[in-house]
Nanobody, 121 residues
Framework: VQYVESGGGLVQPGGSLRLPCVAS????????MTWFRQALGKEREIVAV??????????VYGDCVKGRFIMSRDNEASTVYLQMNSLKPEDTATYYC?????????????WGQGTQVTVSS
């Protein structure tokens, strides 16, 4: 299992970024996918979750990003996206994606390198 997150960078408050995450090593369409983020000195938090292809690909957002971020998936490309709009300084964090494997599945211990997003003027 491997995840490659990209698209991060420095952006001004109110700006936008689009983060792709390419996954490999498993049947992508069979699993829900999650975007997480972790700010310096804080615990990792869930940003958004998209259900698997056969579950209508519905999305649930964390309260902190609801109405500003949009998560989507491209099953042919084994990629999830996070469109981030109206960015705030508190969105500054390293962003990660990961498949929602069952808790007993060791593949759930794998993380990518993440992509750093910094929101600052």
């Amino acid at each position: 299992v491997q995840y490659v997150e990209s698209g991060g960078g420095l952006v001004q408050p109110g700006g936008s970024l689009r983060l792709p995450c390419v996954a490999s090593g498993f049947t992508f369409s069979n699993y829900a996918m999650t975007w997480f983020r972790q700010a310096l000195g804080k615990e990792r938090e869930i940003v958004a979750v998209i259900s698997r292809a056969r579950a209508n690909e519905s999305v649930v957002y964390g309260d902190c990003v609801k109405g500003r971020f949009i998560m989507s998936r491209d099953n042919e490309a084994s990629t999830v996206y996070l469109q981030m709009n109206s960015l705030k300084p508190e969105d500054t964090a390293t962003y990660y994606c990961r498949a929602a494997f069952p808790k007993t599945d060791e593949r759930g211990n794998t993380w990518g390198q993440g992509t750093q997003v910094t929101v600052s003027s």
